[in-house]
Structure formats: C-alpha cells, structure tokens
C-alpha cells in the first residue's frame, strides 16, 4: 500500500513556465515532509521542507504547500530552468522518540525544454 | 559537508549467490537507511538502523538482511540474490530529530543474472 502519492509521473515544461508537482498521503500522523530533487548518477538532495505546522514555505524559485485538511502538498517551480531537469519526490515522515524513517512518493521526472 | 560512501557502485551477480552492499557515513549520524529505487516505485525502505548494533526492518524488508557493526558502517546483505532483486540501492544517514536533513549515497546498481 503506498502511502505517499505523488503525480504527475513525468512532466515537460518550456524554460520559464512554472511547475507544478503534487502529492497526497493517508497517515494523519506525518508531521514532516520534505522534497527531494535527484540529478541521474546521483543519489537525492533535500530541495526543500515544511513541517505540518506551516501551509507554505518558500526557497528561492522553489515554494511548498501543505494543506493538512486534505492531506496534500505541492511544489511549485517558477521560471523553471533547464537546469531543474531531475527526478523530484515527495516525501512524509513520523517521528517517533526522535527516530525517523521517511516514507517516499513514486517520483516525478521533469524535464525542462529550453 | 555530510558524506555517505557506497561500494561498490555497480555490481553484477549470480543467482543463489550472496551479495553484500556497503555504505560508510563521516557525518555521526545515529540513523542509517538502505532503500531501493525501481520506476514507479519510488524509493522503499528495506532496513534502517538507529545506532551501533541496532537493525529494523523497513517496508520491504523479504530476501534482504542488514548489519550495522559500527557508528559509520551498514551493511545490507543479500544472501540467496534473485533476479526481482535488480535495483538501484541508495545508502542515507540522518540524525535524529523530525525535521533533520537525510544524506544519500550515489547509489549501487545491482543486477542479478
């Protein structure tokens, strides 16, 4: 059963326009949820995160929303660049006593076409 | 900079034959993870531990073992490898707390013939 679901599975976008990737999960538990952004050969890198607590969060070109009600959130790319080619995943966590497993959504390959 | 080692990065094995993934962490973090990562699946968890002598199983945790002899060092072992056990294996250490950052490796790519 997957607990995270993140869509679309891959998406193309025109350098400048803005992405839009979302994800939902079933665990009212999760408190966490961070982005994570993966170039090919390597391993992911944290992009970005928000805590349960907050609806949004913003980084640069890079803003996260969460919306705790419907047990969604999304991340929004503006003036995507060719550069932000990589698969992006979603991702929840439980912290229990101070020990966390994160849980993962499928993943979503952009491609940015210049 | 946190840094996590896999070794080797590609691997080719046999199967029924045992294989064993390594991964080395310089950033003394409590927690180590081993998932896998196959298209449409995403990244799933199979082992993690909390500390030095200390395993637990993760979301699919069937075929594989781990070990986790050290603050630095976890293992995961496949001990009879079949073929459904082809992937990509990322190794990640992270400390505690909700809302710490999770450091991953480059990734070994395991193919069993």
């Known amino acids: 059963q997957q607990q995270v679901r993140q869509s679309p599975q891959s998406l193309t976008v025109w350098e400048g326009g803005t992405t839009v990737l979302t994800c939902s999960y079933e665990?009212?538990?999760?408190?966490?949820f961070p982005w994570y952004q993966q170039f090919p050969g390597e391993g992911p890198a944290l992009l970005i995160s928000?805590?349960?607590?907050?609806d949004k969060k913003e980084d640069g070109r890079f803003t996260t929303f969460f919306n705790k009600r419907e047990k969604k959130l999304s991340l929004h790319i503006i003036d995507s660049q060719p550069g932000d080619s990589a698969t992006y995943f979603c991702?929840?966590?439980?912290?229990?006593?101070?020990?966390?497993?994160?849980?993962f959504g499928q993943g979503t390959v952009l491609s940015v076409i210049p | 900079e946190a840094a996590v080692t896999q070794s080797p990065r590609n691997k080719v094995a046999v199967t029924g034959g045992k294989v064993t993934l390594s991964c080395n962490q310089t950033?003394?973090?409590?927690?180590m993870y081993w998932y896998r990562q196959d298209t449409g699946h995403g990244l799933r968890l199979i082992h993690y531990?909390?500390?030095?002598?200390?395993?637990e199983k993760g979301d699919i945790p069937d075929g594989y073992k781990a070990s986790r002899p050290s603050q630095e060092n976890f293992s995961l072992i496949l001990e009879l490898a079949t073929p459904s056990q082809t992937s990509v294996y990322f190794c990640?250490?992270?400390?505690?707390?909700?809302?710490?950052?999770?450091?991953f490796g480059k990734g070994t790519r395991l193919t069993v013939v």
């Open positions: 990640a250490s992270g400390d505690r707390g909700r809302d710490t950052e999770v450091f």
């Open positions: 928000i805590l349960s607590v907050s």
């Open positions: 531990s909390y500390g030095a002598g200390s395993t």
């Open positions: 665990d009212s538990t999760f408190n966490y």
């Open positions: 950033n003394n973090h409590n927690n």
């Open positions: 991702a929840a966590l439980m912290a229990t006593g101070g020990n966390n497993k994160l849980t």
